[in-house]
């Protein structure tokens, strides 16, 4: 997909990615693809130095039990991209808290991805969700589970988080 870079773009994504994966992810792995892609993109907003209305791309894969997403800007990027804020999350944080794998690159754009182990039964779920929950909804950081009721995310057993 692709959106113009904007204030707007990490609710485009968010939205497109729930109207995408809707029924086809398990809740939880949804609201966590939605919130580490809605991070990334508004990184790149916010650091990617590109005028607005520039194009942003999203793209997401599932292969091998890995899905994936990555964020490419036209921007010039940085060798190394570090999360500021790991604990508590925040920003890239929350990207590195959630998936199970991150990392950026350059290659004539910026590219920022990140991956979460899969296994699919009807719908996609994680493949380690014990682990999930434990860094998630058992976490001792009020940042994530803020992130989280900001963004009007929800814990598998229905409450909010």
Known sequence: ????????APGEVRHSLEAQYVGSMERSLLDDV??????????????????????????T???????????????EGVDELEARSIDPPSGL?????????????????????????????????????DARLAVTFGSPHPALCNARRFYGVTDPSGGSS
Request: charged share 20%.
């Open 34 to 59: 939605t919130l580490c892609a809605s991070e990334v993109v508004t990184n790149a907003v916010q650091h990617s130095g590109r005028p607005q209305g520039d194009e942003l791309t999203v793209q």
């Open 93 to 129: 944080g929350y990207v590195d808290t959630l998936s199970d794998r991150w990392s950026s690159r350059v290659n004539d754009s910026f590219h920022v991805w990140f991956e979460i182990d899969v296994v699919f039964r009807d719908t996609l779920y994680r493949a380690q969700p």
């Open 1 to 8: 997909m692709s959106v113009a870079l904007s204030v707007h």
């Open 61 to 75: 894969t599932v292969v091998d039990g890995v899905l994936r997403v990555e964020v490419t800007d036209k921007g």
